[in-house]
C-alpha cells in the first residue's frame, strides 16, 4: 500500500497550491479519501474529506471556500486546490484512506510553507 502525496512548496500569501496523492495497492474506490494538515506543534487536523464515488465532500471551517477537494477513480488520485493561501495554511499535509471496517492508511506528508 503506498500513498505518496506531491505539490507542496513554498507560497506567498494569497497564492495558490494543487496537491495530489497517488494511491496504489488497495481498492482505491471503495475508500473515503481525505486531506491532514499538522503544523508545529499543533495537532494534526482534518482538513477536507471525500466519499468514495467523490459525490459528498467536506471542509474544515477555516478552509471552506479557499480548498476544494477532488479524485479521480479512475487515476487512482486524489487532489486538493488551496487557494487565497493563509500562513496559518503552513503544515505538513497528509493524504488518507479512510474505511469503516478496513485498514486506513497515511501518505508521508508533503510541506506547505505559506510566507512573503
Known amino acids: 500500500v503506498r500513498l505518496v502525496e506531491s505539490g507542496g512548496g513554498l507560497v506567498q500569501p494569497g497564492g495558490s497550491l494543487r496537491l495530489s496523492c497517488a494511491a496504489s495497492?488497495?481498492?482505491?474506490?471503495?475508500?473515503?479519501m481525505k486531506w491532514y494538515r499538522q503544523a508545529p506543534g499543533k495537532e494534526r487536523e482534518l482538513v477536507a474529506g471525500i466519499t468514495s464515488a467523490g459525490g459528498s465532500t467536506d471542509y474544515a471551517d477555516s478552509v471552506k471556500g479557499r480548498f476544494t477537494i477532488s479524485r479521480d477513480n479512475a487515476k487512482r488520485t486524489v487532489s486538493l486546490q488551496m487557494n487565497s493561501l493563509k500562513p496559518d495554511d503552513t503544515a505538513v499535509y497528509y493524504c488518507?484512506?479512510?474505511?469503516?471496517?478496513?485498514?486506513?492508511?497515511w501518505g508521508r506528508g508533503t510541506q506547505v510553507t505559506v510566507s512573503s
Open positions: 488518507n484512506a479512510a474505511h469503516p471496517v478496513r485498514d486506513n492508511y
Open positions: 495497492g488497495f481498492t482505491f474506490s471503495s475508500y473515503a
